[in-house]
């Protein structure tokens, strides 16, 4: 017997203001120049947050770990803003996929850890916004779509540091939001294009004497190039900010109401006939999201300065899951359903659902809600007094966040429509007697609690000593308020220390070295499906509340940085990183023995270690970039995992990991390129390319099976600035129109008929990206 319960599908940088003084809160760096000087003039001061509060900025040359921050030029390079395609194209050590197969649902992949919407995904970056936690309480997710990426002053990308937080195993990113000290005027973007792309975008900001407003917002819809796919998209961003001669304070509203179908995975064989298809259907994901966030900062003297921060936030997600059905016609001449031989499927009255389709086909709708309020605060110190006659900057703090999530679920069953491979309803909802199939109404309250520290300590003027640390403790409850199965409390806590040491070589020259420790507790989805006698279904299912070991990140990386001027007019910017990261206690979902479930354990050591190249050349008229990353991403403990649609399993469906097989969905080698040419100085052209390696399924842990085809996208992209306040600009994606793949999984083809392949048996399963498109705007500008 076993039960199955449905779950759902789903800052770091801060910035110096313009008048030199600490605006908003956040845990990483701030404004980057990424142009280098001329030999005879020293490097520009690049200026780093170096905690989760932006205290007085550090010089990025002593920040020992790798770094990368995109500013709102290089976020709207392609034309209009965004944010994941600028990581994408731009940043080494990044990659995206789209289980979801909606294009604003992609998890983002940062030397192999994600940030991630869909629920189950391990979240191994922390994500922060103005300074505020982003990552979701209930399963740690990240909802990109909740962001107008038009608001978005820059963003930090870094490497593992624990003074970041939860979820920092592989690094953090910050996003910092605009405000109406740091933009002036006016902007109005109107866009459109393929797959019925329609988009208006706009930002203000006004500043009158110490008070400055801002506000930006999104309107967007796309019919896109699958079916059911769409994505419609309603965005605010306001910020309403003080600025005194002793401190500054801001009080930011972000709203968000997006409604994104996402056709997943399909078959190869139905892909083949038609690319658009979908295997099973609806999967709809709505959003509806509030948050208000204050951050202030006060000079007590000129060498302390307090810094805090306080939030509230709201989400209300709901989603809706067609699939596989997990009832059928009994085999017995009774004329019901069954779930099993034997087994009758009953309805919430107990009563036997009947063979209503006279013998199908049917199909499962899987429902499910999330309401989260979220909020939490933080209290930091900064303190720039020498210390035995050297400079040093001494930065402490505290912070909380917690919330309070209830979540439900329930399974219905109704029609398969096969042309279109969509769920029909009304439907009957499932409510099996042994809690096998059953509904769901689960509250659960998170805590976590920090104080931290970091140290920054000039040795010598060019030899710097950074020493940080940072305790967490996690409190995770859980109640079920139909039951029992699900109420349980855990309790998690850990310090986790690092230590580093960079050294100005000489002017545009410098090194560095550290090492770093992080932790993550186990998400309330892994918690409440985490044994192997109760799994649940991939689809998305909560049963029972055993324990897990909290996951440790281990990180070592050095890196070298440099700034010179190759010959004249021409300035070139390197950065070499090398990193490696052990998981202890790595936590992912396994296969049970049921077909179709799974279950969290944790599966011992993972390893994830690299290299990173980044070029960045000005000359003239001219911006070229070259980046190239190398990600070995592997298990180095043993397990055995259920993968039954995985034809190199054994008879029993079973897969033997062996230390040094890769881990899934992680492309060894990624090279990115791309050049900007000014024709004129009104007109300006350029491209972006990516080729990556091919990649293993997920589900193919134990590299059985050949792996996704390696695969090369240009995209294009033109504006030209018509007058002042006028321009106009155009894209084209993927200009060759490249068949490719970002993520593959296997699935049981031969349990639906498939209009498109009937009799289709191949298990390999490949979300396709998007076909050539064109896009073309206007901006005007006041």
């Not at 624990?162 to 979820?167: H, M, R, S, T």
């Not at 999104?218 to 994505?231: A, I, K, M, T, Y």
């Not at 986790?496 to 050294?503: E, Q, V």
């Amino acid at each position: 017997m076993h039960s199955r319960r449905t779950f759902p599908a789903v800052c770091i940088a801060g910035i110096l203001a313009s008048t030199g003084a600490a605006a908003q809160t956040a845990p990483a760096s701030a404004n980057v120049n990424l142009v280098a000087p001329p030999l005879e003039v020293l490097p520009p001061v690049e200026v780093i947050a170096p905690t989760p509060l932006l205290g007085s900025g550090v010089d990025r040359d002593k920040v020992p770990a790798e770094t990368t921050v995109l500013n709102s030029k290089d976020i709207s390079r392609d034309g209009n803003a965004d944010m994941l395609n600028a990581l994408n194209q731009q940043v080494p050590g990044v990659n995206l996929d789209s289980a979801s197969g909606n294009p604003f649902q992609p998890s983002l992949f940062y030397h192999g850890f994600q940030a991630s919407p869909l629920q189950g995904n391990a979240q191994g970056l922390a994500v922060y916004v103005n300074g505020a936690r982003f990552n979701q309480p209930f399963g740690d997710t990240v909802n990109w779509d909740l962001i107008p990426d038009i608001a978005i002053d820059h963003i930090n990308l870094e490497g593992s540091n624990p003074v970041f937080g939860l979820n920092a195993l592989g690094g953090a990113l910050a996003v910092q939001m605009k405000n109406g000290f740091i933009y002036h005027g006016g902007e109005v973007d109107a866009l459109g294009g393929s797959f019925d792309h329609y988009e208006g975008d706009m930002q203000y900001g006004v500043q009158a004497g110490n008070v400055a407003a801002y506000i930006a917002a999104r309107g967007l819809n796309e019919g896109g190039w699958r079916n059911p796919q769409s994505s419609d998209l309603a965005n605010f961003f306001g910020d309403l900010g003080w600025r005194g001669s002793k401190g500054e304070l801001h009080v930011d509203l972000t709203y968000a109401n997006t409604r994104l179908n996402g056709p997943g995975t399909s078959p190869v064989q139905q892909l083949e006939a038609d690319p658009s298809a979908t295997f099973t259907g609806p999967a709809l994901l709505t959003n509806r999201y509030t948050r208000l966030n204050v951050t202030g900062n006060v000079n007590l003297s000129d060498s302390t300065s307090v810094q805090g921060d306080i939030y509230y936030e709201y989400l209300m997600q709901k989603f809706a899951n067609g699939a596989v059905a997990d009832i059928g016609p009994c085999n017995n001449g009774s004329g019901n359903l069954c779930e099993s031989p034997g087994v009758f499927a009953t309805d919430v009255n107990g009563n036997p659902i009947p063979d209503f389709l006279n013998g199908g086909p049917y199909s499962q709708l899987d429902l499910q809600s999330t309401n989260t309020n979220g909020y939490g605060t933080s209290l930091q110190v900064t303190n720039t007094s020498p210390l035995f006659g050297h400079a040093n900057q001494l930065v402490a703090g505290f912070s909380f966040d917690g919330a309070q999530t209830l979540y439900a679920a329930s399974s219905w069953i109704g029609a398969l429509n096969v042309p279109t491979s969509m769920w029909n309803g009304p439907g009957i909802e499932i409510d099996q007697a042994d809690g096998s199939i059953a509904p769901v109404r689960v509250a659960i309250s998170n805590a976590y609690y920090a104080g931290y520290f970091t140290d920054t300590f000039d040795i010598t003027p060019a030899l710097s000593a950074n020493v940080a640390g940072r305790y967490n403790l996690a409190q995770i409850d859980l109640s079920d308020q139909l039951g029992t199965s699900l109420t349980g409390n855990h309790d998690y806590s850990r310090f986790n220390p690092s230590g580093g040491l960079t050294w100005k070589i000489r002017p545009g020259l410098s090194v560095y070295a550290s090492y770093a420790e992080a932790n993550r507790a186990p998400m309330p989805v892994e918690l409440t499906c985490a044994s192997p006698t109760a799994p649940c279904s991939l689809a998305n299912f909560l049963v029972a509340d055993p324990n897990l070991q909290q996951v440790v990140s281990h990180t070592i990386e050095a890196g070298v940085r440099t700034q010179t001027r190759p010959f004249q007019d021409a300035t070139l910017q390197s950065d070499l990183a090398l990193y490696r990261t052990t998981l202890s206690n790595d936590i992912m979902a396994v296969g049970s023995s049921l077909p179709g479930l799974m279950f969290f354990q944790n599966v011992g050591n993972t390893l994830r270690q690299g290299v990173d190249i980044n070029l960045k050349l000005n000359y003239r008229r001219l911006s070229v970039y070259l980046a190239y990353s190398y990600i070995d991403a592997e298990f180095q403990s043993p397990f055995t995992e259920q993968s039954p649609n995985n034809p190199g399993a054994d008879a029993n469906g079973n897969i033997f990991i062996t230390p040094g097989d890769r881990l899934p969905g992680i492309p060894a080698n990624i090279v990115k390129f791309g050049a900007d040419y000014n024709i004129t100085e009104a007109w300006t052209v350029g491209g972006s390319a990516i080729a990556a390696s091919g990649q293993y399924l997920f589900g193919d842990e134990a590299n059985l099976t050949q792996k996704l085809p390696p695969y090369f996208v240009l995209d294009l992209h033109t504006r030209y600035q018509v007058t002042k306040h006028f321009q106009l600009f155009a894209q084209i994606d993927n200009a060759f129109n490249e068949q490719y793949y970002t993520y593959g999984t296997f699935g049981p083809t031969s349990s639906v008929p498939i209009a498109q392949a009937p009799g289709a048996t191949n298990p390999r399963s490949y979300s396709p990206a998007a076909p050539i498109g064109v896009l073309v705007g206007v901006r005007a500008t006041f």
